[in-house]
């Protein structure tokens, strides 16, 4: 399930880049659709896998709920050139855009497909569909936003990904609805203003980035499976900031642009949305605690058929990274006098 860094591979690597860059770039809506169509004919090869049968029957799911938010953009831009003077019906196709990209983003009520996917996939295809998949779609969703309708995304974004985690064992699963908690940040970022957006995204890429490649690097996809590696402490403390980053508690790095957001969006007097958000991010805290818990607390003896297959510099890795983490907050805190 790793991802091998073969030609084919590397040809549709790099079509999946230029076809974000296509629709960004893009003046008009039928180009935007043109290179959304291009980065799914090229994310579908680098997920099948045909030795996996769980990778190729992620591939079909995903294709077939692009392909239906693609027909539903499709046909909203086509009545938006023909009914352009109807506010009525501008007002029902600025809704008809916004939820199809909100589909093909893995957001609530549309999100059942998400969990399923993720599950099937590696670790690396799984950053790939977390970050950079969620490029586009944000940035066609900023050129025709419906407020009220992205007001009701978020609040049911954040309870949705912050429910949904609760009960879940597999790694993937939960990682997947916190990147549903994380898509009604995003979106609230959004709303305030581009740049926001752009370094919240950096920010969550570069958390997750972390997480993903220890749990790649360890073999791991199921909560139990941290507690019988005996893993070594740095490691678990590494996990132990990264994942309370990423859960956005002071003073780590991942709080920093949530809190720009909670004061523009008490600025912008939206309390009842900041106040739910915050109370998600708790219960969000909680199963990310729960991760690192069985980690700390459950150790096994080490079997003899047990070896970890990573590198010094691995380590050497990752425990720069999250002390980066804990020392990114006071730069950011610094660089506000």
Avoid: D
Wanted: some cysteine; proline content about 2%.
């Amino acid at each position: 399930m790793y991802f091998s860094f073969n030609s084919p591979k590397m040809f549709f690597f790099f079509i999946l880049i230029f076809s974000t860059l296509i629709s960004i770039s893009s003046n008009s809506w039928l180009g935007c659709w043109i290179g959304l169509e291009i980065n799914l004919l090229s994310f579908i090869p680098l997920i099948s896998n045909s030795n996996n049968l769980l990778s190729s029957e992620a591939s079909l799911k995903y294709f077939l709920t692009q392909s239906i938010a693609s027909i539903n953009f499709l046909t909203s831009i086509i009545l938006k050139m023909i009914l352009f003077k109807n506010f009525e019906m501008n007002l029902f196709l600025s809704i008809m855009i916004n939820s199809s990209m909100l589909m093909k983003m893995g957001s609530t009520p549309c999100h059942f497909w998400f969990p399923n996917i993720m599950e099937g996939l590696s670790w690396f295809n799984n950053f790939i569909l977390m970050t950079w998949q969620k490029i586009t779609p944000m940035i066609i969703l900023s050129y025709y936003m419906n407020m009220n309708f992205i007001y009701i995304m978020i609040i049911s974004n954040v309870i949705i990904g912050a429910i949904g985690g609760m009960n879940q064992t597999s790694l993937r699963k939960l990682m997947a609805f916190s990147s549903i908690n994380n898509l009604g940040w995003m979106l609230s970022a959004l709303m305030i203003s581009e740049n926001l957006w752009i370094f919240y995204l950096f920010i969550y890429s570069f958390m997750i980035s972390i997480i993903f490649f220890l749990f790649n690097m360890m073999n791991m996809f199921f909560i139990n499976q941290l507690f019988i590696n005996n893993m070594k402490s740095m490691i678990k403390i590494s996990l132990m900031i990264n994942f309370l980053s990423l859960g956005g508690l002071p003073p780590f790095i991942g709080f920093f642009p949530k809190w720009i957001i909670i004061n523009s969006m008490i600025n912008n007097q939206s309390y009842f949305v900041i106040l739910i958000m915050i109370m998600m991010s708790l219960i969000i805290l909680f199963y990310y605690i729960r991760i690192i818990y069985s980690s700390f607390m459950f150790n096994y003896f080490k079997m003899k058929w047990f070896k970890m297959l990573s590198k010094n510099k691995n380590f050497m890795f990752i425990n720069m990274t999250s002390f980066f983490s804990i020392f990114g907050m006071i730069i950011s805190t610094f660089s506000f006098y």
